[in-house]
């Protein structure tokens, strides 16, 4: 089925370990993006990329590194996990400017 | 500091009834708005969306009102049926800032049968 595909549904990590959340669409989308979902602060965003290779900063982004080498794939990378990142992670996708973005089922997050 | 802001946090509407939630903004820049709306468990899915040219859109019993001057968009659910039960969200981007959005902090609807 097209769309974004997020893995893994769930996670624990331990302070300070990394991780790897990946998403991969193929939808063909020039623009994905990360965000983070927490209760009561809406969806806040972490990372994106206007097309393979190209990626920027969003809103929140310390503590967390991305890469593109693919139009399809746009991993999140948590270099040294700390509890301020438990939270539900969604990355989404879009085929141009000005559209609706699709967003994957999401990532739960719990750093202990 | 919020760009986006959203009210009510949660609403309570008898089936049937209309559901209004309020948003907005303080970026003039922003030239795209769209609502999202998530069931637990899910991503956002994208509801409807309006450009600012226009100051009403409607698909169905959904329908933003948007007013350029107040910086307000407001999204109203008409006939709400227990199946809207849902939070939604506004949002807002800027074209020439790679579409990315931002979002206000969501409403909770609980439609009562």
């Known amino acids: 089925n097209a769309g974004v595909t997020q893995t893994p549904k769930f996670q624990v990590l331990k302070t300070g370990q990394s991780m790897t959340l990946q998403c991969a669409q193929d939808?063909?989308?020039?623009?994905m993006s990360w965000y983070r979902q927490d209760p009561g602060m809406g969806l806040r965003l972490i990372h994106y990329?206007?097309?393979?290779?190209?990626?920027d900063q969003g809103e929140v982004p310390n503590g967390y590194n991305v890469s593109r080498s693919t139009t399809e794939d746009f991993p999140l990378r948590l270099l040294s996990a700390a509890p301020s990142q438990t939270s539900v992670y969604f990355c989404?996708?879009?085929?141009?400017?000005?559209?609706?973005?699709?967003f994957g089922s999401g990532t739960r997050l719990t750093v202990v | 500091q919020q760009q986006v802001k959203q009210s009510p946090q949660s609403l309570i509407v008898q089936k049937g009834g209309i559901s209004i939630i309020n948003c907005a903004y303080e970026?003039?820049?922003?030239?795209?708005f769209p609502w999202y709306q998530q069931f637990p468990g899910k991503g956002p899915a994208l509801l409807i969306a309006?450009?600012?040219?226009?100051s009403e859109k409607k698909e169905g019993r959904f329908t933003i009102s948007f007013n350029k001057s107040a910086k307000q968009f407001s999204l109203h659910i008409m006939d709400s049926q227990p199946g809207d039960s849902a939070t939604y969200f506004c949002?807002?981007?800027?074209?020439?800032?790679?579409?990315?959005?931002?979002f206000g902090g969501g409403t909770r609807l609980m439609v009562k049968p």
């Open positions: 989404a996708s879009n085929q141009f400017q000005g559209g609706g973005y699709t």
């Open positions: 939808m063909n989308h020039e623009y």
């Open positions: 990329s206007v097309g393979a290779g190209i990626t």
């Open positions: 970026n003039t820049a922003f030239d795209y």
């Open positions: 309006i450009r600012p040219d226009v």
């Open positions: 949002a807002a981007s800027r074209n020439n800032a790679g579409n990315m959005l931002t």
